[in-house]
């Protein structure tokens, strides 16, 4: 079955740097668009991130734009997020999210259009 499995979540100061990763089993990796989404609590899971089957394109949410970047290694079946200048608003549980495309340039920033989601790995920013 697929697996997503996110790592790297950490406690870090604000203005620090992170990476997230994400790494999936039980697909055909450059099948599917992926994505980084996060929930803080007492609010609603939010887009994060986007890239294309490819990598050729990505997207990103207005709040982390110029700050996190999105990657990805198809042979290694992995999505990275590489997180920078963090604030404490960042603080929240990562998820990434996979879902297969038709086309290898779509990008997928809306989160009922994925249908794999992994377990989550927290993210804290202190001030």
Request: glycine share 12%; net charge positive.
């Amino acid at each position: 079955q697929v697996q997503l499995v996110e790592s790297g979540g950490s406690l870090v100061q604000a203005g620090g740097s992170l990476r997230v990763s994400c790494v999936a089993s039980g697909l055909t990796f450059s099948s599917y668009a992926m994505g980084w989404f996060r929930q803080a609590p007492g609010k609603e899971r939010e887009f994060v991130a986007a890239i294309s089957r490819d990598g050729g394109r990505t997207e990103y949410a207005d709040s982390v734009k110029g700050r996190f970047t999105i990657s990805r290694d198809n042979a290694g079946n992995a999505v990275n997020l590489q997180m920078s200048s963090l604030k404490p608003e960042d603080t929240a549980v990562y998820y990434c999210a996979a879902q297969i495309t038709g086309s290898p340039s779509v990008v997928l920033p809306r989160l009922l259009r994925y249908a794999y989601w992994g377990q989550g790995t927290q993210v804290t920013v202190s001030s």
